[in-house]
C-alpha cells in the first residue's frame, strides 16, 4: 500500500485527459496514496500529458521542470516523477535526454499499471520505462469525483482518420469503442452520485461501434440511452463529432431528445477545399456548410463548436479567405483557433512550414475577430429567450450553462448550485450572456 506517500497530479491537455486523469487519482487514492496539499510537497509528481500542438509540448516541459525543482528545492530530496499520456507516447526517447531524473515514463495504455510501478520505484529508486500495445478492446471503467456537478464518460479511445496534422491515432492507437452495456451502467452510476451533467467523450464520438462493423452503432447508443433515462435529471453531452462522420439522424435525435443538449462540436480545420484535401479531413466545404446550417435550421437554438488551424503549409490568402466565409455564414458559439505548427510522424510534417509565423499571427488575429463578431450576432437570437440553466461554481461565484453549451452570469437569478432553473437571458453589453429571474 502507498500510505507513507503522498502525490499530485498535474493534467495537460483535452477533456479525455481530465477525464483520464480522474481514473487515475482514484487508482492512487485506491491504492493507499494521499493527495498532497500543495504540489512541492508530494513525494509523487504525476504529469499527464499532452502532445497534440508544439506550443502544449514546450509549455508542459516548462511547467515539468519547475514544478520538480520546486519540489527538490522545498523538500530537500528529489521526488518521484511520473510522465504519462500522449507526449510521453510520442516523444519517449527524446524525453528521457531532457528529462534524465524522470522516474517512471509510459504512454497512454498502462494507467493501471501506474499505482504499482510507483509504489515499485518508491521502494528501490529505480528509472521503469513500460509501453505496451493497444488493448484491442475499451473497457477501462471511468471514476468520478464527487461534490461536482459535471464529469465525463469517454465511450471511444483512440483514432482510424489520420488527419495529416495530427498525432493523435499514433498515441492512442487505433479506435476501439466501449460495448454499450458499460456506458448504460456507467450512466445509472453517474445519475446515482448526483451529478446532473455528462459529457460522452471520443477522439471521433459519431464513430462509436465502426469497430464493431456498425456504422450506425452511435445513433443506436443514443437511442439506448434515451430509453433507460427518458425523464432523468441529467443532461447529456458528446464531443467530438467529425463533420465527415456527422449525420442528420443524430441532430433529429438530439432535436426530440430531453436528455441530450443540442450543442454540436464540429472542427472545420480550414475553409478551402484543397487545405482540406491536404489535411485528409474527408469533406468538402459545401458538405461541412450543409450540416452546419442543417443543425441551424432544424434546432434554432443549438449551438456550433468548432476548431481552426491557420497557416497550413502552402495556405494562400485564398484558401483563409474561405475559412472565414465559412466561419462568417456558421456563426459559432465557441472556437478553438491555432496556428498550425508540425508534429513528429504526421503526414503534414513531410511538407515544407512555408507560411511565415508573421503571417500566421496575422490570420490569427483575424480570424479571432471575425469569430467574435459572429458570436455577437448570434447572441441576438437569446436575448429575451426563456432558458434552463445548470448553476455550479467557478471561482467561487455561481454561474451557470445553458443546454446548448453557452455560460450564463447568475448575479440576481435565485438559482441553487447544483440544480435546473429557468431565467431569462439578457446579453450585457460586453457580449456576455446574463442570466435574470423570471418575472412574477
Same mark, same amino acid.
Given at each position: 500500500?502507498?500510505?507513507?506517500?503522498?502525490?499530485?497530479?498535474?493534467?495537460?491537455?483535452?477533456?479525455?485527459?481530465?477525464?483520464?486523469?480522474?481514473?487515475?487519482?482514484?487508482?492512487?487514492?485506491?491504492?493507499?496514496?494521499?493527495?498532497?496539499?500543495?504540489?512541492?510537497?508530494?513525494?509523487?509528481?504525476?504529469?499527464?500529458?499532452?502532445?497534440?500542438?508544439?506550443?502544449?509540448?514546450?509549455?508542459?516541459?516548462?511547467?515539468?521542470?519547475?514544478?520538480?525543482?520546486?519540489?527538490?528545492?522545498?523538500?530537500?530530496?528529489?521526488?518521484?516523477?511520473?510522465?504519462?499520456?500522449?507526449?510521453?507516447?510520442?516523444?519517449?526517447?527524446?524525453?528521457?535526454?531532457?528529462?534524465?531524473? #524522470?522516474?517512471?515514463?509510459?504512454?497512454?495504455?498502462? +494507467?493501471?499499471?501506474?499505482?504499482? *510501478?510507483? !509504489?515499485? %520505484?518508491?521502494? $528501490? /529508486?529505480?528509472?521503469?520505462?513500460?509501453?505496451?500495445?493497444?488493448?484491442?478492446?475499451?473497457?477501462?471503467?471511468?471514476?468520478?469525483?464527487?461534490?461536482?456537478?459535471?464529469?465525463?464518460?469517454?465511450?471511444?479511445?483512440?483514432?482510424?482518420?489520420?488527419?495529416?496534422?495530427?498525432?493523435?491515432?499514433?498515441?492512442?492507437?487505433?479506435?476501439?469503442?466501449?460495448?454499450?452495456?458499460?456506458?448504460?451502467?456507467?450512466?445509472?452510476?453517474?445519475?446515482?452520485?448526483?451529478?446532473?451533467?455528462?459529457?460522452?467523450?471520443?477522439?471521433?464520438?459519431?464513430?462509436?461501434?465502426?469497430?464493431?462493423?456498425?456504422?450506425?452503432?452511435?445513433?443506436?447508443?443514443?437511442?439506448?440511452?434515451?430509453?433507460?433515462?427518458?425523464?432523468?435529471?441529467?443532461?447529456?453531452?458528446?464531443?467530438?463529432?467529425?463533420?465527415?462522420?456527422?449525420?442528420?439522424?443524430? #441532430?433529429?435525435?438530439?432535436?426530440?431528445?430531453?436528455? +441530450?443538449?443540442?450543442?454540436?462540436? *464540429?472542427? !472545420?480545420? %480550414?475553409?478551402? $477545399? /484543397?487545405?482540406?484535401?491536404?489535411?485528409?479531413?474527408?469533406?468538402?466545404?459545401?458538405?461541412?456548410?450543409?450540416?452546419?446550417?442543417?443543425i441551424r435550421e432544424r434546432i434554432p437554438e443549438a449551438a456550433i463548436g468548432t476548431d481552426v488551424i491557420v497557416g497550413f503549409p502552402t495556405e494562400s490568402d485564398?484558401?483563409?479567405?474561405?475559412?472565414?466565409?465559412?466561419?462568417?455564414?456558421?456563426?459559432?458559439?465557441?472556437?478553438?483557433?491555432?496556428?498550425?505548427?508540425?508534429?513528429?510522424?504526421?503526414?503534414?510534417?513531410?511538407?515544407?512550414?512555408?507560411?511565415?509565423?508573421?503571417?500566421?499571427?496575422?490570420?490569427?488575429?483575424?480570424?479571432?475577430?471575425?469569430?467574435?463578431?459572429?458570436?455577437?450576432?448570434?447572441?441576438?437570437?437569446?436575448?429575451?429567450?426563456?432558458?434552463?440553466?445548470?448553476?455550479?461554481?467557478?471561482?467561487?461565484?455561481?454561474?451557470?450553462?445553458?443546454?446548448?453549451?453557452?455560460?450564463?452570469?447568475?448575479?440576481?437569478?435565485?438559482?441553487?448550485?447544483?440544480?435546473?432553473?429557468?431565467?431569462?437571458?439578457?446579453?450585457?453589453?460586453?457580449?456576455?450572456?446574463?442570466?435574470?429571474?423570471?418575472?412574477?
Amino acid at each position: 500500500m502507498g500510505e507513507k506517500f503522498s502525490f499530485a497530479l498535474y493534467t495537460f491537455g483535452c477533456q479525455m485527459n481530465k477525464s483520464r486523469s480522474e481514473h487515475l487519482l482514484y487508482l492512487f487514492l485506491q491504492d493507499g496514496f494521499s493527495q498532497a496539499g500543495r504540489v512541492e510537497e508530494a513525494d509523487v509528481l504525476v504529469f499527464n500529458t499532452c502532445a497534440v500542438r508544439e506550443h502544449a509540448v514546450q509549455r508542459a516541459l516548462g511547467v515539468i521542470t519547475n514544478l520538480y525543482q520546486n519540489a527538490l528545492r522545498r523538500r530537500g530530496i528529489p521526488p518521484l516523477l511520473v510522465l504519462c499520456g500522449c507526449m510521453s507516447e510520442l516523444l519517449r526517447e527524446e524525453l528521457l535526454k531532457k528529462l534524465p531524473y #524522470v522516474s517512471i515514463l509510459t504512454g497512454t495504455q498502462d +494507467f493501471e499499471a501506474l499505482p504499482r *510501478l510507483v !509504489l515499485e %520505484a518508491c521502494a $528501490d /529508486r529505480r528509472q521503469r520505462v513500460l509501453f505496451s500495445s493497444p488493448s484491442p478492446h475499451f473497457l477501462e471503467r471511468g471514476y468520478r469525483r464527487e461534490g461536482r456537478v459535471s464529469t465525463y464518460l469517454p465511450i471511444t479511445f483512440g483514432c482510424d482518420n489520420f488527419c495529416s496534422y495530427c498525432v493523435v491515432p499514433y498515441t492512442t492507437g487505433p479506435q476501439r469503442s466501449k460495448p454499450k452495456e458499460l456506458i448504460l451502467g456507467e450512466l445509472l452510476e453517474i445519475l446515482q452520485e448526483g451529478f446532473r451533467e455528462v459529457t460522452l467523450l471520443g477522439q471521433n464520438v459519431n464513430s462509436y461501434g465502426k469497430d464493431f462493423g456498425n456504422p450506425c452503432a452511435f445513433e443506436n447508443l443514443l437511442l439506448g440511452i434515451e430509453e433507460s433515462f427518458r425523464g432523468a435529471p441529467l443532461w447529456i453531452r458528446f464531443i467530438t463529432s467529425h463533420p465527415r462522420d456527422m449525420r442528420r439522424e443524430i #441532430v433529429e435525435l438530439v432535436r426530440e431528445s430531453t436528455l +441530450f443538449c443540442p450543442y454540436f462540436h *464540429l472542427p !472545420l480545420q %480550414a475553409g478551402s $477545399d /484543397r487545405i482540406l484535401a491536404l489535411m485528409n479531413r474527408g469533406y468538402t466545404k459545401s458538405q461541412y456548410l450543409e450540416m452546419a446550417l442543417f443543425i441551424r435550421e432544424r434546432i434554432p437554438e443549438a449551438a456550433i463548436g468548432t476548431d481552426v488551424i491557420v497557416g497550413f503549409p502552402t495556405e494562400s490568402d485564398r484558401d483563409f479567405e474561405d475559412t472565414l466565409e465559412v466561419v462568417q455564414r456558421v456563426e459559432f458559439e465557441i472556437a478553438y483557433t491555432y496556428t498550425y505548427s508540425p508534429r513528429p510522424r504526421t503526414k503534414a510534417a513531410e511538407l515544407k512550414d512555408d507560411v511565415p509565423q508573421e503571417v500566421k499571427r496575422e490570420r490569427l488575429e483575424v480570424l479571432s475577430k471575425v469569430l467574435k463578431e459572429g458570436y455577437i450576432r448570434r447572441l441576438r437570437y437569446h436575448e429575451g429567450r426563456k432558458a434552463e440553466v445548470l448553476a455550479f461554481r467557478e471561482d467561487g461565484k455561481l454561474v451557470g450553462k445553458t443546454r446548448e453549451n453557452l455560460r450564463v452570469l447568475l448575479e440576481d437569478a435565485r438559482v441553487e448550485e447544483g440544480q435546473f432553473s429557468k431565467v431569462v437571458l439578457e446579453v450585457a453589453p460586453e457580449g456576455k450572456l446574463v442570466g435574470c429571474r423570471l418575472p412574477e
